[in-house]
């Protein structure tokens, strides 16, 4: 395979460096008391939306991979379809269909997890996270694996439960617990079945950390889901009630981890030789910790003391290149031929960087959920390490100190393309503090700001966009009314999810004469890397999206 590319026909390369900055979380929203990003003081995006070619980019459902329309976007398919160019079908599809066909239960690994428990009669054990968010998991996935088991004579099963109120209203736990606690009690009929609730807790509290930042979490989680060590409930509902009540204002992706007891105090669903263990969530990034705690052999991140010996699988091989976990139910999007690949092999040096919360969406979902480079001679990955505190108690995170290392790389003239992520508008959003996200929105807006001006100077291209929207919408609304929802003490409900809104395209490139296409319209996310490459003044693949920009410059 030859990945050397034809210049461009009619469109020269800019001078200096193209950088994109992918704005994390910053869609295009209502413009109203709900909207961060219309609230926050912008005047750098302001006047670069203003005066450079900018328009709307699709960011979510089908236009990045996922099932259906109605489907939020997220970091991990938002930078693989920049990266990628094209757009595959993502985990929640791919489940989906397998599930549909019934080649998720016809495969090796299904088989395997069963023949295990029905032989040990240990329980079969199912950890992730219970929600419809569809960005990490779907709550549907497990109600069908949790029938199939029981049609496939699986006597006891148990679940641990990850909350949400992330990718969901941030205090909806109790309706999937209930929902879960229904269908359990359907396959609970038969009297050879038991199937229950053993542990769980908040998706930002255990289990759920991602790029290392905090294996506290997941070490909270194993001593739970694995040892049984942990506050004792005798249901998942009294929990989070107790908890809420404890701690008033609590958000479900924060509630410490729980216990579930039986009748003598003991728990009811330890983890122990002879399990099988599907971790049931099909995003990657924050699933690689907890399945390396089972898996590998020499472990330094925290004790585990007595690590069972089990059958483990996720729902999908959450890195393919360090071949996490080993045992998988349904296989990840091939992405190949990525961005990133084609420009070292074409001979342009670039840099990608973020902080911690967003490193692995510049590198690895960027090339395609590929760990590692593709020619350290030509690339250069830089992690910012990202703070230890909530985001919304510091929500200039570190923008800055991004912004300084990418004008000190720029400086040494080494760089031809860059990219980087400002984590912002994603993580504060998440909090559903209003407040905290306008401020986030405005540390972002200085930060591009700096970057226009060093980008100008170079007579390069600033890129701008986002990869899903988050802070422009910080309000529940009401479906029927079109208001927001308000709680029992009238306050309105905050939203923490992702949206569905659109996100800004622009590119900064003072001094050419760039046009974007006018067929463009209803483009998105994977139409960026062809216009990347038109920059550098390279002809992109023909199988890639179309370039948003019209095909010759001044």
């Known amino acids: 395979m030859t990945f050397q590319l034809k210049p461009h026909p009619d469109f020269p390369a800019v001078v200096g460096p193209v950088v994109i900055c992918v704005m994390d979380g910053v869609g295009i929203g209502r413009r109203d008391d709900s909207d961060a990003v219309w609230l926050a003081r912008t005047p750098n995006l302001d006047r670069i939306f203003t005066q450079a070619p900018t328009t709307q980019l699709v960011a979510h459902g089908t236009g990045v991979g996922m099932p259906g329309d109605d489907d939020m976007g997220n970091s991990e398919v938002g930078h693989n379809a920049i990266g990628a160019g094209r757009i595959f079908d993502q985990g929640a599809k791919l489940v989906a269909?397998?599930?549909?066909?019934?080649?998720?239960?016809?495969?090796?690994?299904?088989?395997?997890?069963?023949?295990?428990?029905?032989?040990?009669?240990?329980?079969?054990?199912?950890?992730?996270?219970?929600?419809?968010?569809?960005?990490?998991s779907h709550i549907d996935h497990l109600f069908a694996m949790l029938r199939r088991a029981s049609s496939e004579e699986v006597e006891k099963v148990r679940i641990h439960p990850l909350l949400d109120g992330r990718d969901v209203p941030e205090t909806s736990a109790l309706e999937y617990i209930d929902a879960l606690e229904g269908e359990l009690a359907k396959l609970n009929d038969r009297a050879d079945r038991d199937y229950a609730i053993a542990s769980g807790g908040g998706r930002m509290f255990i289990t759920m950390d991602r790029y290392g930042a905090d294996w506290e979490m997941v070490a909270r989680g194993w001593r739970a889901h694995v040892h049984g060590e942990g506050r004792r409930f005798r249901s998942a509902r009294e929990a989070v009630q107790t908890f809420r009540d404890e701690k008033k204002g609590i958000g479900d992706q924060y509630l410490p981890e729980f216990v579930i007891e039986d009748d003598r105090g003991q728990a009811i669903g330890t983890i122990t030789d002879g399990a099988s263990v599907i971790f049931f969530n099909f995003r990657g990034d924050r699933a690689l910790e907890i399945s390396q705690a089972f898996e590998d052999d020499e472990f330094e991140h925290f004790d585990r003391g007595l690590r069972p010996n089990v059958l483990y699988a996720g729902m999908m091989q959450y890195d393919g290149d360090l071949m996490i976990p080993?045992?998988?139910?349904?296989?990840?999007?091939?992405?190949?031929?990525?961005?990133?690949?084609?420009?070292?092999?074409?001979?342009?040096?670039?840099?990608?960087?973020?902080?911690?919360?967003?490193?692995?969406?510049?590198?690895?979902?960027?090339?395609?959920?590929?760990?590692?480079?593709?020619?350290?001679?030509?690339?250069?990955?830089?992690?910012?390490?990202?703070?230890?505190?909530?985001?919304?108690?510091?929500?200039?995170?570190?923008?800055?100190?991004?912004?300084?290392?990418?004008?000190?790389?720029?400086?040494?003239?080494?760089?031809?393309?860059?990219?980087?992520?400002?984590?912002?508008?994603?993580?504060?959003?998440?909090?559903?503090?209003?407040?905290?996200?306008?401020?986030?929105?405005e540390t972002v807006d200085e930060q591009i700001g700096r970057l226009a001006s060093v980008v100008e100077q170079m007579k390069g291209a600033l890129v701008i966009t986002a990869d899903h929207g988050n802070a422009d919408c910080m309000f529940e609304f009401d479906k029927k009314t079109g208001e927001p929802k308000r709680d029992e003490n009238g306050q309105i409900t905050p939203k923490t999810s992702h949206t569905l809104n659109p996100v800004p395209f622009s590119i900064h490139a003072p001094g050419y004469a760039l046009v974007l296409d006018p067929a463009a319209g209803g483009a998105g996310l994977g139409n960026i890397a062809a216009t990347l490459l038109q920059l550098h003044g390279l002809q992109a693949p023909e199988d890639y999206l179309a370039s948003l920009l019209a095909a010759s410059r001044a």
């Open 326 to 441: 080993k045992k998988f139910l349904v296989d990840p999007p091939a992405i190949d031929r990525t961005l990133g690949e084609f420009l070292v092999h074409n001979d342009v040096p670039l840099l990608a960087i973020s902080e911690t919360q967003k490193f692995g969406h510049v590198t690895y979902f960027w090339n395609g959920n590929r760990s590692g480079q593709f020619d350290a001679s030509r690339e250069k990955y830089i992690e910012i390490p990202s703070d230890d505190v909530p985001f919304n108690e510091r929500p200039a995170m570190k923008a800055p100190e991004i912004t300084d290392s990418v004008l000190a790389e720029l400086a040494t003239g080494r760089y031809e393309h860059v990219r980087l992520n400002y984590a912002n508008g994603d993580m504060v959003g998440h909090t559903g503090d209003l407040a905290a996200s306008i401020k986030a929105v």
């Open 97 to 136: 269909n397998a599930i549909a066909s019934g080649s998720l239960f016809e495969g090796p690994v299904w088989k395997e997890m069963t023949e295990r428990a029905r032989e040990t009669g240990e329980p079969m054990h199912f950890i992730g996270l219970l929600s419809d968010g569809n960005v990490h």
